[in-house]
């Protein structure tokens, strides 16, 4: 697996203006909250019939287009516009620039229930120019720094781009291959996550845990780039059962593997730890029911709530909640309630992934309590991480 290095911090001016757009985690991380309380409540009334979803994706489309590329890319867009700083010691945008980018993530969001008295063109223009535009801003301080292998996250950013592109093309009327670009968009993420995770998960644990090492075998961080990276490739050029299937069990047991090597007995004594484990053990779920779906086991959308739901969810509400602590000068301990929330969370995962296999004919119920629990959790966030955000570090530092 290639490892994000970290360079030494180098001397930086405090920016000016609101303290929310000091630093990318801050507009990025509280909309990305709010919007996942929002999408899903939306998406709940939808789902039962209360009124229809904007056209322009088609209903299920909107619900899974916004959950990735709106939610979750907000979660990759503060992250990395915070990360370039502690990796380069360069500051990426912020200010006006970083209020402009948000901006374009919100018009996004937005301009699909604009789609009356919008050109379907605008809509995709507006919502494929943000990930670029993230892309753009995050490079110059990366071409900067000394580690190279720290680019991955350009090119990264734009095949994410391609993924979205994807989906426009059907909504456009021009080809048939929005499926192709949301799960395109889906293993790329996991694929980012593996790479982020192989890094910080390892690194926490051995901070916390006095006298733990996490075990790394090189070989299978090679076998997992290599699985997840076919794994998208097939789903861009032609999504192939077989190998499909097969490089989703070869994943699994790679992150079976690395989960495994981090692993000790002392982090159930840490919330805001174990989510992060819990949260990789849902990818491993995910992908080992990704190829029984393609054996004909079980259902594509099972398999897909399991990496959605559980492994993104955890994973970034875990990370929300640490790295927010952490770049706010605070202690690295989460509150009660938010060690609840990680239970809650999983739970939702369960409710959605093996409630319908369980009781198939309480479908609509067991998404609703899933749901339930998803915007329970995000809205206890937002009430406690609403003030971490919108306030000054509270050691006086820049950011």
Same mark, same amino acid.
């Given at each position: 697996?290639?490892k994000?290095?970290s360079?030494?911090?180098k001397?930086e001016?405090?920016?000016?203006?609101?303290?929310?757009?000091?630093? !990318? +985690?801050?507009? +990025?991380?509280l909309?990305?909250?709010?919007?996942?309380?929002? #999408?899903? #409540?939306? /998406?709940l009334?939808?789902?039962?019939?209360?009124?229809?979803?904007?056209?322009?994706?088609g209903?299920i489309?909107?619900?899974s287009?916004?959950?990735?590329f709106?939610?979750?890319?907000?979660?990759?867009?503060?992250?990395?516009?915070?990360?370039v700083? &502690?990796?380069?010691g360069?500051?990426?945008?912020?200010?006006?620039?970083?209020?402009?980018?948000f901006?374009?993530?919100?018009?996004?969001?937005?301009?699909?229930?604009?789609?009356?008295?919008?050109?379907?063109?605008?809509?995709a223009?507006?919502?494929?120019? $943000?990930?670029?535009?993230?892309?753009?801003?995050?490079?110059?301080?990366?071409?900067k720094?000394?580690?190279?292998v720290?680019?991955i996250?350009?090119?990264?950013?734009?095949?994410?781009?391609?993924? &979205?592109?994807?989906?426009?093309?059907?909504?456009?009327?021009?080809?048939?291959?929005?499926?192709?670009?949301?799960?395109?968009m889906?293993?790329?993420?996991?694929?980012l996550?593996?790479?982020?995770?192989?890094?910080?998960?390892?690194?926490?644990t051995?901070?916390?845990?006095?006298?733990?090492?996490?075990?790394?075998?090189?070989q299978?961080?090679l076998?997992?780039?290599?699985?997840?990276?076919?794994l998208?490739?097939?789903?861009?050029i032609?999504?192939?059962?077989?190998?499909?299937?097969?490089?989703?069990?070869?994943?699994?047991?790679?992150?079976?593997?690395?989960?495994?090597g /981090?692993?000790?007995?002392?982090?159930w004594?840490?919330p805001?730890l /174990?989510?992060l484990?819990?949260?990789?053990?849902?990818?491993i779920?995910?992908?080992?029911?990704?190829g029984l779906?393609?054996?004909?086991?079980? @259902?594509? &959308?099972?398999?897909k709530?399991?990496i959605?739901?559980? !492994?993104? !969810?955890? #994973?970034?509400?875990?990370?929300?909640?640490?790295?927010?602590?952490?770049?706010?000068g605070?202690e690295?301990q989460?509150?009660?309630?938010i060690?609840?929330? $990680?239970v809650?969370l &999983?739970i939702?995962?369960?409710?959605?992934?093996?409630g319908?296999m369980?009781?198939?004919?309480q479908?609509?119920? /067991?998404i609703?309590?899933? @749901?339930?629990l998803?915007?329970?959790?995000?809205?206890? $966030?937002?009430?406690?991480?609403?003030?971490?955000?919108?306030?000054?570090?509270?050691?006086?530092?820049?950011?």
């Amino acid at each position: 697996m290639l490892k994000v290095h970290s360079e030494p911090p180098k001397p930086e001016l405090k920016p000016a203006g609101s303290v929310i757009l000091a630093l !990318g +985690f801050r507009p +990025f991380f509280l909309s990305a909250a709010l919007s996942a309380l929002i #999408l899903m #409540l939306i /998406w709940l009334g939808a789902w039962s019939g209360a009124y229809p979803l904007p056209t322009y994706y088609g209903t299920i489309g909107w619900h899974s287009h916004e959950m990735l590329f709106g939610y979750t890319f907000a979660i990759i867009a503060g992250f990395l516009l915070t990360a370039v700083r &502690n990796w380069t010691g360069i500051t990426p945008p912020t200010g006006t620039p970083l209020g402009l980018l948000f901006l374009l993530w919100l018009a996004g969001r937005v301009a699909p229930f604009l789609s009356d008295i919008i050109p379907a063109g605008l809509i995709a223009a507006i919502d494929l120019a $943000f990930i670029p535009a993230v892309a753009l801003a995050i490079q110059p301080a990366l071409w900067k720094g000394q580690q190279k292998v720290n680019r991955i996250f350009v090119p990264l950013l734009l095949v994410m781009a391609v993924a &979205n592109l994807y989906v426009h093309l059907q909504a456009l009327g021009v080809t048939d291959s929005a499926i192709r670009g949301t799960d395109a968009m889906l293993y790329l993420v996991a694929f980012l996550i593996t790479l982020l995770g192989g890094r910080v998960i390892p690194f926490f644990t051995e901070a916390v845990i006095p006298g733990h090492h996490s075990k790394r075998n090189s070989q299978v961080e090679l076998a997992t780039v290599i699985s997840l990276g076919g794994l998208i490739t097939v789903q861009f050029i032609y999504p192939t059962a077989w190998l499909s299937g097969a490089l989703a069990f070869v994943v699994a047991v790679t992150q079976i593997t690395r989960v495994v090597g /981090w692993y000790s007995r002392k982090i159930w004594q840490i919330p805001i730890l /174990w989510v992060l484990f819990s949260g990789m053990s849902w990818l491993i779920i995910g992908f080992t029911l990704t190829g029984l779906a393609y054996l004909g086991y079980t @259902g594509f &959308n099972l398999a897909k709530h399991a990496i959605t739901v559980g !492994g993104i !969810g955890a #994973l970034t509400y875990g990370m929300m909640a640490r790295v927010a602590l952490g770049h706010t000068g605070r202690e690295i301990q989460s509150h009660p309630l938010i060690n609840g929330c $990680f239970v809650l969370l &999983n739970i939702a995962a369960l409710c959605r992934v093996f409630g319908p296999m369980l009781l198939p004919q309480q479908y609509t119920l /067991w998404i609703h309590i899933s @749901g339930g629990l998803w915007v329970v959790s995000f809205l206890l $966030f937002s009430a406690l991480y609403i003030p971490i955000l919108t306030k000054p570090r509270i050691d006086g530092k820049a950011g």
